[in-house]
């Protein structure tokens, strides 16, 4: 049989081939790695993914960057599980989770997290723990329902001030985050995200690194960042991001939490400080503080520690810094709990 003929066969069997393997492979992935939480019925044929461990109160909540998972917490999961209950989840599109038609916007998110807390029996008091974007979230938690929250931990949190109005130069970023995501998830309908990511981390292979850079510039660079984020949790979580960012669900999530930006930095500006909630920032030791206005702005009392050798994921670079804050502001927490029993 001639060559080219039998090239003319391969076109339409790859693709499937391509398919299956990614559907085989997500298949495997689900039964193999969701051990480690709970899928939480949360309505409207929707399921969220919450891991929970430890006991005592106030219930830790953590809440992730925009494109991050709870796999981002797990060491400090399991560090904080000694001394409290602890929460993480996936947000609505992304790791396990189920999508939403909901715009990504603080508002919205809280009700999620409302309704999983509650689907799951977890109740308040809870201190909030939040990162970057998920920062955000935590801030409106904490203004829509004061009752149920007894502390908040910012961790380098995103200033929405910066925003307004939004710049050509910011818009230029939203709309190429958004067209790498595009980019990136036939890559993934097709297994080529599977075959590059996980090829990657055990050891990137002349194939896959040819794939990669035959993929165009912009999906390499997906692909190198998704891996370079990857090193950067424990090893034991490695295949678990892997498997998010090997299905296309992630990079919907993703571009649906980068295109509700605008009106989240709307809502961010128009939301109340804090009130009577002993909130702590971390900044990273690599960026501005912030100035006493915009820590006011955030809640009056709020009170500023810069992460002396953190970038902006300070979780990672300064585990232990944030771990002891965490647990002074429990002690406070249970602290003046004691002291109102006592009254």
């Avoid at 044929?45 to 797990?74: D, H, Y």
């Avoid at 919907?252 to 930006?261: C, D, K, N, S």
């Avoid at 810094?321 to 003046?336: P, T």
């Amino acid at each position: 049989m001639p060559r080219s003929l039998w090239l003319l066969l391969l076109i339409p069997i790859l693709p499937l081939a391509g398919i299956v393997y990614q559907w085989l492979g997500a298949r495997r992935d689900r039964k193999r790695l969701l051990g480690n939480g709970l899928l939480i019925d949360v309505g409207e044929g929707r399921q969220m993914f919450l891991s929970k461990m430890g006991t005592g109160e106030p219930t830790v909540i953590f809440e992730s960057g925009i494109a991050a998972t709870s796999q981002n917490w797990t060491g400090l999961q399991k560090a904080v599980s000694n001394f409290a209950q602890t929460v993480t989840y996936d947000r609505a599109g992304l790791g396990w989770s189920s999508a939403s038609s909901c715009a990504r916007t603080p508002s919205n998110i809280v009700c999620d997290l409302r309704n999983l807390l509650q689907r799951a029996g977890i109740p308040p008091p809870y201190l909030l723990v939040g990162h970057s974007f998920g920062a955000l979230v935590v801030r409106r938690f904490a203004v829509e329902h004061p009752r149920e929250v007894a502390g908040v931990v910012l961790l380098d949190p995103m200033r929405p001030e910066e925003w307004p109005p939004i710049s050509e130069a910011q818009r230029g970023m939203l709309a190429h985050g958004m067209r790498i995501a595009r980019i990136a998830t036939p890559f993934a309908h097709l297994g080529i995200a599977r075959f590059v990511i996980t090829s990657q981390l055990r050891r990137p292979s002349r194939v896959s690194r040819s794939i990669s850079r035959s993929a165009g510039s912009n999906a390499q660079l997906v692909f190198e960042r998704i891996t370079g984020e990857i090193t950067k949790m424990p090893r034991e979580v490695w295949p678990i991001i892997a498997a998010h960012w090997c299905a296309p669900g992630p990079y919907h999530g993703l571009a649906a939490h980068m295109r509700a930006i605008p009106a989240t930095v709307c809502e961010m500006q128009a939301t109340d400080p804090i009130a009577g909630i002993p909130v702590l920032l971390l900044t990273a030791g690599d960026a501005e503080p912030l100035s006493s206005d915009a820590v006011r702005r955030i809640a009056p009392d709020a009170r500023q520690v810069i992460a002396q050798r953190s970038r902006h994921w300070v979780h990672l670079d300064e585990p232990d810094l944030v771990l002891e804050a965490i647990r002074g502001m429990v002690e406070h927490i249970r602290s003046a709990a004691s002291e109102l029993r006592i009254e």
